[in-house]
């Protein structure tokens, strides 16, 4: 974080843009609405689909957009060069440790078995105790309803406790999910 920030985000988001157009305008909004905050975007440094406009949301607002990519993927040109700062790591694991400890909070756009690993990881995490941060589903259409009605199944089947579900908050648009994520 740097001076005159109040403080960082990371977002989980697809790398294809999805098949409804304002998944990538709520990216958009999310990456702009960080930067008008002054909060730091930390994310997967990708330049497409929706990892693509969060960042570019950010980018033409003036914030601070931290990638954080394995270089295998770097390997592959799928990474950000523009970026205020591009961190490469050896693994995947690596990646998303660095993204929990450079952030205050989580928010998660639509996405594929990417964003549900990386969102499932983190929300294990803090069912743990190893992380406090809040993490957010940015719910937007009700992408994310399957997941929570899964949630209450494990709920219902004594497999997840309240509480631990209560950890996955739901916003509707991208002020409400920063709200959430940063306070």
Same mark, same amino acid.
């Given at each position: ?33 960080i ?50 700062e ?31 690993? #990386?969102l499932? #990881? ?11 941060q ?8 009700g ?31 991208p ?9």
């Open positions: 974080m740097t001076v005159g920030q109040t403080g960082a985000v990371t977002v989980f988001a697809g790398s294809a843009p999805g098949v409804e157009e304002r998944w990538s305008d709520t990216a958009y909004r999310l990456g702009a609405a930067a008008g905050r002054g909060a730091a975007l930390v994310y997967g440094a990708g330049g497409v689909g929706l990892m693509g406009a969060v960042s570019q949301g950010a980018l033409d607002h003036g914030g601070t957009v931290v990638g954080v990519i394995p270089q295998s993927m770097m390997d592959r040109e799928w990474g950000r060069g523009d970026l205020s591009l961190v490469i790591t050896e693994s995947m694991h690596q990646r998303k440790k660095i993204m929990a400890d450079r952030c205050d909070g989580f928010i998660c756009l639509p996405g594929g078995s990417g964003t549900l690993e #990386e499932v #990881e983190i929300w294990s995490w803090l069912n743990l105790g190893y992380l406090r809040p993490l957010v589903l940015l719910d937007d259409g992408f994310w309803q399957p997941l929570l009605g899964l949630a209450e199944h494990f709920e219902s089947a004594g497999f997840l406790a309240p509480e631990a579900r209560a950890r996955l908050l739901v916003a509707a648009d002020d409400h999910a920063l709200r959430l994520a940063l306070g």
